[in-house]
């Protein structure tokens, strides 16, 4: 009896998760490489080409806005 509810009540939950945003679309972004280029998402998919992003913290000692 405990797994039938364990269950049920695991699939009533299970359909009200909620995706962490509610785009429906990507949206166009654009970052910062390290040598400076501003890089935009859409300009690689149009090309045809493959994306990976890869998302890392560093210092911004380097940065042109750092100002100690």
Same mark, same amino acid.
């Given at each position: 009896?405990?797994?039938?509810?364990?269950?049920?009540?695991?699939?009533?939950?299970?359909?009200n998760?909620?995706?962490?945003?509610?785009?429906?679309?990507?949206?166009? +972004?654009?970052?910062? *490489?390290?040598?400076?280029? =501003? &890089?935009?998402?859409?300009?690689i998919?149009?090309?045809?080409?493959?994306?990976?992003?890869? +998302?890392?913290?560093? *210092?911004?000692?380097?940065s =042109? &806005?750092?100002?100690?």
């Open positions: 009896m405990k797994k039938v509810i364990l269950i049920t009540l695991a699939l009533m939950l299970g359909f998760i909620k995706a962490q945003t509610s785009l429906t679309e990507a949206v166009d +972004f654009y970052s910062i *490489d390290d040598y400076g280029r =501003e &890089v935009h998402l859409f300009d998919l149009d090309n045809g080409q493959f994306v990976f992003m890869y +998302f890392f913290f560093t *210092d911004a000692s380097t =042109e &806005v750092f100002d100690p």
